[in-house]
């Protein structure tokens, strides 16, 4: 039995040897794996962070550009605002030009055609008497047909209607306002 045991013990010492051996050739494996996924970590990381930074990059100029755009596109609607504005300002101030002309000439005609309503009759003004006309009280009121203040044209001009009358948009302003703003 003595013969036994050696080859028994021997045995035994060689398949240590070899788990040893497969044990740090494991753990050298190991090793080598985990430096070489930390390796590829880092790069993944690395490209990744270049690859954000890319595109906020991107994200911030395309955003500057469209801010840029928008400020522009206000700028321009600004513009064509006041423009429009200047126009129907233009516009209104004819007219009233128009009204106060036609006042200084007859201010009873004016009177009745503001104070007409829709529905009633036109009614023709009695033509002046020596006894209808107001002794002036100043210089200013001594001219015939003229009015003491702004607010009394802006009466006249206005006492016909107590609700303005709606805008109404030409077919020519509506397409162009289409045409420059791409609406259909």
């Known amino acids: 039995m003595a013969t036994g045991t050696k080859p028994h013990r021997r045995a035994k010492r060689d398949a240590d040897a070899i788990r040893a051996a497969g044990r740090a050739d494991a753990a050298r494996c190991v090793k080598s794996a985990e430096a070489e996924r930390q390796l590829i970590l880092t790069e993944a990381t690395h ?3 270049v690859i954000v930074g890319e595109a906020k990059a991107e994200a911030a100029s395309e955003a500057a550009r469209l801010r840029e755009e ?3 596109d206000a700028k321009r ?3 064509e605002a006041v423009q429009e504005m200047a ?3 233009s516009t209104l101030t004819n007219e009233r030009d128009h009204v106060v002309a036609q006042a200084h000439e007859d201010p009873h005609e004016v009177v009745g055609k ?3 309503s829709p529905d009633s009759e036109p009614k023709t003004p009695a033509p002046p008497t020596a006894d209808d006309k107001p002794e002036p009280t100043s210089e200013s009121d001594a001219t015939p047909n003229q009015f003491t203040s702004a607010t009394d044209l802006d009466q ?3 006492a016909g209607d ?3 009358a709606p805008p109404g948009e030409s077919i020519v302003l509506q397409r162009r306002r289409r045409k420059r703003f791409g609406r259909r």
């Open 162 to 164: 107590s609700q303005p």
């Open 87 to 89: 126009k129907l300002m």
């Open 77 to 79: 609607i600004r513009e």
């Open 70 to 72: 928008a400020l522009q």
């Open 114 to 116: 503001t104070t007409k």
């Open 47 to 49: 490209r990744a962070s």
């Open 156 to 158: 006249l001009f206005f």
